[in-house]
């Protein structure tokens, strides 16, 4: 018996510029040679982007630490109905490999679960420890996850009452080197400007959040290629943050504010210096899942193009985690809109269709 094709027709976007007017599915895979006759063919029509990449999100954490298999569920089919087919875990304490056996559910590049300083981050998230035992809890979080390893570089310190690093700077060099030894990628959540200057000093390949940049950390990081991650949905927070702080930590919340109000300035500066950047909404934890086309229209006003948010948001960050797009014979994971989210970055929060593993699952 022929297995059935599914045919795609309309405008097939292969990269930023290159359009192809139809490609077929045969079993799981993409081909843009025509199948032999007889086939049972189903047909749809559209604006094809690949997978979209949610390149920070957290998959089975809830507010309060881990949650359980129906919410993470949940949390991994709110993600795909938006068209986020491939997600970059970035730090989770749920061991979530049972979602790789699933069709229907996104894929997932794991860093393992948090490493953070002794109680320096939120409660029930991390391995908290001190800097002595950096090193080890990165070769061990390395060998869990999917070759990337989670740091919480900068917290609030209590001590100051404001943002300060959480690891002195060779216990930074030596576990990211430990990390690089077992294959992976370091990426470290930091909010604030000393922590960017100690990771880029030690080597990190990737920083979350970096509303801290300063014109010598875009410099590093651009000469450096060091990427960044803005989850700009996750910074808008900041402003109710600094609210609940205000009468304890007064200065944290000044800072918090000041970060908040050049946020666009800071990536737009970053953008314009060449400093890599990808999307991520920081989904699980506080925020909801799902919110990839909201973070893509965030960049724009960051002073992205749109082509330049597609590419964070799809064809640059599949490249980025080294899993294909649209190539010939790639498994077939993509997402089809009404129009073409080139011209218009808001028609992706619209999609039509989405294909998993072949199967046309929305």
Aim: net charge negative; proline share 5%; aromatic share 6%.
């Amino acid at each position: 018996m022929t297995s059935p094709v599914l045919h795609i027709k309309g405008s097939v976007l292969v990269g930023p510029q290159e359009v192809r007017q139809e490609l077929w599915i045969v079993g799981s895979q993409i081909t843009y040679d025509r199948p032999s006759s007889g086939a049972d063919v189903q047909s749809v029509t559209g604006w094809v982007l690949p997978g979209l990449v949610d390149a920070h999100c957290h998959i089975g954490l809830g507010a309060h630490g881990a949650v359980d298999d129906a919410t993470t569920e949940d949390q991994a089919v709110a993600d795909r109905d938006a068209g986020a087919l491939l997600l970059r875990d970035a730090g989770s304490p749920a061991n979530t490999r049972w979602i790789d056996e699933r069709q229907d559910l996104p894929r997932i590049v794991r860093a393992g679960r948090h490493i953070a300083r002794t109680r320096r981050y939120i409660r029930n998230y991390a391995h908290e420890i001190e800097p002595e035992d950096l090193t080890m809890y990165v070769h061990r979080e390395a060998r869990a996850g999917d070759g990337w390893v989670k740091l919480v570089g900068d917290w609030i310190d209590r001590d100051t009452g404001d943002l300060s690093p959480c690891w002195p700077r060779e216990a930074l060099a030596s576990a990211i080197a430990a990390a690089h030894e077992e294959g992976a990628r370091v990426t470290a959540h930091c909010f604030g400007e000393e922590s960017l200057r100690d990771f880029a000093a030690a080597g990190v390949d990737c920083i979350e959040h970096a509303t801290g940049l300063a014109p010598d950390t875009i410099d590093s990081f651009a000469a450096q290629g060091i990427a960044i991650v803005p989850t700009l949905v996750n910074i808008d927070t900041f402003a109710s943050i600094a609210a609940g702080a205000q009468d304890k930590y007064p200065v944290y919340s000044a800072h918090l504010r000041d970060l908040h109000s050049r946020r666009y300035e800071t990536f737009a500066a970053a953008h314009d210096a060449g400093v890599p950047i990808y999307l991520g909404t920081d989904a699980g934890g506080v925020l909801p899942h799902g919110l990839v086309a909201q973070e893509a229209a965030e960049l724009v006003r960051a002073g992205l193009s749109t082509i330049e948010a597609l590419t964070a948001a799809s064809w640059g960050a599949r490249s980025w985690l080294h899993r294909p797009g649209l190539q010939e014979g790639a498994g077939a994971d993509l997402v089809i809109y009404p129009g073409d989210p080139r011209e218009d970055i808001g028609i992706l929060a619209a999609p039509e269709h989405i294909v998993m593993r072949g199967t046309v699952v929305l």
